[in-house]
């Protein structure tokens, strides 16, 4: 069975530092991932998808960047955090070619400060 | 006008109560439907899927979709305290990029026992 993996389960930053966040699918090839924030009250906001190693597609401009350096393995970055960054990060995938459904990761809460 | 409306709630109900949680949406195009399941501090959980109009049961779940209304149904039957969660719909258009998830931002409920 597949499953998703997501880490750190929280984090907390001051403003300016550098972000990483990692997602890793297992038991699946060649899916597509996604990354989402869910602020509070404003529902779920997709910023980055992937559908191949290395091939990145964002749909928010903003300080964030992700990248796909292996077929499983999804990352969330920033150079200098900022205060609206803060926010709960999902990881999601999807089979690709098939259904319109996606699985979502255990999620990251950031916090930062 | 956003592609999805979903009321937030908060929505509470007795133990044993049929639960009814509905979405709208704006796009004619949408042929699959979805219901996720968030727990709170966790990531949405799959519930149901359904692709274009009709009915889909499952256990104590049935989702409905009235595409003529543009009008998503998800009941709940004898509720459980544990089906206190926050409640997201989906749905995407055939054809749209990547299996692009369009999503409501929740309806908030509790079950009391």
């Known amino acids: 069975s597949q499953t998703i993996h997501q880490w750190p389960a929280t984090l907390v930053q001051p403003v300016g530092s550098p972000l990483s966040l990692e997602c890793t699918v297992e038991?699946?090839?060649?899916?597509?991932l996604y990354w989402y924030r869910q602020a509070a009250g404003r529902g779920l906001q997709l910023l980055f998808y992937?559908?191949?190693?290395?091939?990145i597609s964002s749909e928010v401009p903003q300080n964030l960047s992700a990248s796909r350096p292996q077929d499983r393995q999804f990352i969330l970055s920033s150079k200098k955090l900022l205060l609206s960054d803060s926010g709960f990060y999902l990881c999601?995938?999807?089979?690709?070619?098939?259904?319109?459904?996606?699985?979502f990761g255990p999620g990251t809460r950031l916090t930062v400060l | 006008q956003k592609e999805v409306e979903q009321d937030p709630g908060p929505l509470s109900v007795p133990e044993g109560a049929i639960v009814s949680l509905n979405c709208t949406y704006s796009?004619?195009?949408?042929?699959?439907f979805m219901w996720y399941r968030q727990y709170s501090r966790k990531g949405p959980e799959l519930l149901m899927y359904?692709?274009?109009?009709g009915n889909k049961e499952d256990g104590r779940f049935t989702a409905q979709v009235d595409k003529s209304s543009k009008y998503i149904s998800l009941f709940i039957r004898d509720s459980q305290p544990s089906d206190s969660a926050t409640y997201l719909c989906?749905?995407?258009?055939?054809?749209?990029?990547?299996?692009?998830?369009?999503f409501g931002r929740g309806t908030q409920l509790t079950v009391w026992p």
């Open positions: 038991g699946t090839s060649n899916p597509n």
């Open positions: 796009n004619s195009a949408f042929q699959y």
């Open positions: 989906a749905m995407s258009a055939v054809g749209s990029t990547l299996g692009r998830l369009y």
């Open positions: 992937s559908v191949g190693i290395g091939q």
């Open positions: 359904t692709y274009s109009s």
């Open positions: 999601a995938w999807e089979v690709q070619g098939g259904p319109d459904t996606q699985y």
